[in-house]
């Protein structure tokens, strides 16, 4: 990769290949300086004591390497030139593409034949095992497992392809059926419309996988749905919705077992660049918050648009599991839901963390 470089008064502009250019401010050159004294190779920590550095300070001097993929520049505090790689600086200007957050969706319907695996070809994967699966909810957002025999075991060796199983106030690994007992809609054979799971917890799970361990019900089918298809659509179609949906939090809230848990965000939780992150839905823990009357004619709008689009069969997927198939879904991207049921069916699942699957990801992309 071949750059050329132009220094101002207080930053370098670097331009790239596709004439396009970044801006790198010298104090943040400094900061991030990769010689030995200013950062650590073996923990990838840095060294340097930045509020120590002038925040006027300026190289001494700048050149390019002979190919033109590399920046030298000497600063007044060292005493040898510090190269700055061109494949670093376009990382830190955040166009690296294989970062988790930036990987190309494939925004989907209904009619989306999702990928589909054994869990063993996931387990004898080389060089890694679970690279299909993670990339999988990385693009499509989820994938249906087959033969994953062993119940609890299943949903373990599951998880390990993803991280770590997270402990929550159901536990690590749960298994449930229909049980009136609970204090969640989940335990009934009532249908269960499509929604995020945990929207009353700061960290909402980053993966969720449910294990079919035995259905001898009529009815039941599960529905997963791209909240990030619909967020397109939205946007599109109805961008003041969109907006409101962007920027007004909703307090999701569990009550039951001994606990009071609440957290709030937005329906579409977008970053600082305006990118989406996370979609965050569940009408049934939403807690009873009282907004403004201006606010909340503003709100129930917008749930009435995007919970219509949500419950529209043209969006959803549906599919009745057998025993031994699981489906593993980034609930941050995907809404699942049920079909009503009549008789026995048993589930097994757990969480897993969302900054260990982007995690995977990254390390996947890297090797």
């Not at 329906?267 to 823990?285: E, H, K, T, W």
Request: charged fraction near 20%.
């Amino acid at each position: 990769m071949k750059i050329a470089a132009l220094a101002t008064g207080t930053s370098l502009e670097v331009t790239w290949q596709d004439g396009s250019t970044t801006v790198f401010p010298f104090l943040w050159l400094r900061d991030n300086a990769q010689d030995p004294d200013s950062y650590d190779a073996r923990s990838n920590q840095r060294e340097v004591f930045t509020a120590q550095l002038p925040q006027d300070i300026k190289p001494v001097s700048i050149s390019l390497t002979e190919a033109g993929a590399a920046i030298q520049i000497q600063w007044p505090d060292q005493s040898a030139p510090v190269t700055y790689a061109a494949a670093f600086l376009l990382r830190a200007a955040g166009w690296q593409e294989n970062e988790y957050a930036l990987a190309d969706r494939e925004l989907w319907q209904g009619d989306l034949s999702p990928p589909q695996f054994s869990l063993l070809q996931l387990q004898e994967e080389a060089p890694k095992p679970g690279t299909s699966l993670v990339n999988a909810l990385a693009h499509q957002g989820f994938a249906l497992l087959e033969n994953c025999d062993g119940e609890k075991s299943a949903v373990q060796q599951i998880a390990d392809l993803l991280g770590y199983v997270r402990e929550t106030i159901f536990g690590g690994i749960w298994s449930f059926e229909a049980d009136e007992t609970m204090a969640d809609s989940a335990y009934t054979p009532r249908m269960l419309r499509p929604h995020t799971d945990a929207t009353y917890s700061h960290d909402a799970p980053g993966v969720q996988i449910l294990l079919c361990t035995a259905n001898e019900s009529e009815g039941g089918e599960s529905i997963m749905v791209d909240g990030f298809r619909v967020a397109r659509d939205i946007a599109r179609a109805r961008p003041e919705i969109f907006q409101t949906l962007c920027n007004v939090p909703i307090e999701g809230e569990y009550r039951g077992d001994g606990v009071v848990l609440r957290a709030e965000r937005p329906v579409f939780r977008c970053n600082r660049s305006g990118q989406l992150v996370q979609v965050s839905f569940n009408n049934y823990d939403r807690s009873r918050k009282l907004f403004s009357a201006e606010a909340s004619q503003r709100l129930y709008a917008a749930i009435a648009v995007v919970e219509t689009y949500f419950n529209d069969p043209v969006y959803q997927w549906r599919h009745r599991l057998a025993a031994g198939q699981a489906l593993v879904f980034d609930n941050w991207r995907v809404l699942h839901g049920r079909t009503a049921y009549r008789g026995m069916r048993k589930m097994s699942g757990a969480y897993t963390n969302r900054e260990d699957l982007e995690s995977r990801y990254r390390s996947l992309a890297s090797a």
